[in-house]
């Protein structure tokens, strides 16, 4: 072990040791996104490469910062529609070369829906939730998701971007749950439970 206190990683590598150390603050739902953590931590330790270079999977494994925004007062979360994709996603993008994944929310949020990323005082900037997907349709690859949670008022959002998604739309988590999984992100639902669990307790580490 090195001095950053993580094994695998040069003296040079202190990004890796931040993104190690945020993911460790993840509190995992179940044993899915215990082994999703797992893998990951595997992944940063062992020196591949962590960003995409090169549409759409070079390398075949990067990082993408999703950020799941919150209107708490009517507990409505905001999903929309990926043209790409095809399916209801929380918005979100890769996390580019050298760019902190808190860094990637607040940029994203800026580019896609024209408003100031707040973090919700229930996670703060720490990455709430992480997944590790195998995309579908051409160019196959796999995305590591850090989810973050934002907070705001829903009637701040007037605009998106048209050329991304389609429409957008605000459901509350129980009718998150209502929707089939197969036009959400496959993980939506086990995102919800969890921030369901988090709201109910009022926070999200024990």
């Not at 044993?31 to 062992?46: A, K, M, R, V, Y």
């Not at 549409?55 to 790409?84: E, G, I, N, Q, W």
């Not at 994709?85 to 990637?104: I, N, R, S």
């Not at 971007?161 to 197969?182: C, Y």
Request: hydrophobic residues 35%; glycine residues 8%.
């Amino acid at each position: 072990m090195n001095s950053t206190g993580h094994p695998h990683l040069e003296h040079d590598e202190r990004p890796r040791a931040h993104l190690l150390d945020a993911i460790g603050t993840i509190d995992p739902w179940d044993s899915l996104e215990g082994t999703h953590l797992n893998t990951t931590t595997q992944w940063i330790g062992c020196g591949a490469p962590l960003h995409r270079v090169r549409k759409p999977d070079v390398p075949p494994m990067h990082l993408v910062s999703y950020f799941v925004v919150l209107d708490d007062t009517s507990d409505r979360l905001l999903l929309v529609a990926h043209r790409k994709a095809g399916l209801w996603l929380p918005t979100g993008g890769h996390v580019e070369p050298g760019e902190d994944p808190w860094a990637t929310v607040v940029r994203e949020c800026q580019e896609e829906l024209g408003i100031e990323a707040i973090a919700s005082p229930l996670t703060g900037e720490s990455p709430f939730f992480l997944t590790v997907t195998d995309t579908r349709g051409p160019g196959v690859h796999t995305d590591v998701s850090l989810w973050y949670l934002l907070a705001t008022d829903a009637d701040t959002i007037t605009s998106y971007d048209e050329e991304e998604f389609s429409s957008i739309r605000w459901l509350t988590t129980d009718q998150v749950l209502a929707e089939p999984d197969d036009v959400l992100d496959p993980h939506m639902h086990r995102f919800t439970r969890k921030l369901q669990r988090a709201r109910a307790a009022g926070g999200h580490r024990s």
